[in-house]
């Protein structure tokens, strides 16, 4: 069964700089699983940020960015700002038409 | 602008059944493969079910094999998710969700609730 992490939580300063990863518990993390990120604030559906390792979704400012570090997925997001404070999830696109994500990473903001 | 409305959601006993349609509009639905993703309360997001734009291709995450049905009807712009054998943990919030470009989730639908109680 694959296994995607992330870290249950992470904070961030305003205006600071934070790096969200996407690791597999066994393996690596590279652009054939299409890594993308999505941001949710409580009582909403997700919004999609990323897609195809670092493609931007439409109207997602670009103070949000994706890649691959290392083993890992990664979202960065640059000049922090209050409402980034949400729950961001990354998912995997495995062979077969499976898909699988990761346990989500808490952002706060302060 | 692309519009994703769930419904068929609500309280089924355990080992019930339960259908849920996805009525999508403002975009071309016969040409998208859709999705279904499912969110427990206070818990993280969880893949479902994928179908292909032609309806002839379904994928089901391990959880829901055997017990989900994902199909579409082209000609009504419709995704459905047919639940038999339900149980408790199946209790979530559903997502339909379009397959976007590169295998991304690119437009969602504001979910229905399944409640799976005795």
């Known amino acids: 069964q694959t296994v995607v992490t992330q870290e249950p939580s992470l904070s961030v300063s305003p205006g600071g700089t934070v790096t969200l990863t996407c690791g597999l518990l066994?393996?690596?993390?590279?652009?054939?699983?299409?890594p993308s990120w999505y941001q949710q604030t409580p009582g909403q559906a997700p919004r999609t940020l990323i897609y195809?390792?670092?493609a931007r979704s439409s109207g997602v400012p670009d103070r949000f960015s994706g890649s691959i570090l290392g083993n890992k997925a990664a979202l960065t997001i640059t000049g922090a700002q209050a409402d980034d404070e949400s729950d961001y999830y990354c998912?995997?696109?495995?062979?077969?038409?499976?898909?699988?994500f990761g346990g989500g990473t808490k952002l706060t903001v302060l | 602008q692309v519009q994703l409305v769930e419904s068929g959601g609500g309280v089924v006993q355990p080992g019930g059944s339960l259908r849920l349609s996805c009525a999508a509009s403002?975009?071309?639905?016969?040409?998208?493969?859709m999705q279904w993703v499912r969110q427990a309360p206070g818990k993280g997001l969880e893949w479902v079910s994928f179908?292909?734009?032609?309806?002839?291709?379904?994928s089901y995450a391990d959880s829901v094999k055997g017990r989900f049905t994902i199909s579409r009807d082209n000609s009504k712009n419709t995704l459905y998710l047919q639940m038999n054998n339900l149980r408790p943990e199946d209790t979530a919030l559903y997502y339909c969700?379009?397959?976007?470009?590169?295998?991304?989730?690119?437009?969602w639908g504001q979910g229905a609730l399944v409640i799976v109680s005795s």
């Open positions: 179908i292909r734009s032609d309806g002839r291709t379904q």
């Open positions: 969700v379009r397959d976007g470009s590169k295998h991304c989730f690119d437009y």
């Open positions: 066994s393996g690596s993390v590279s652009t054939s699983y299409y």
């Open positions: 998912v995997l696109f495995m062979e077969s038409d499976i898909w699988v």
């Open positions: 403002e975009f071309s639905f016969n040409r998208y493969g």
């Open positions: 195809n390792t670092n």
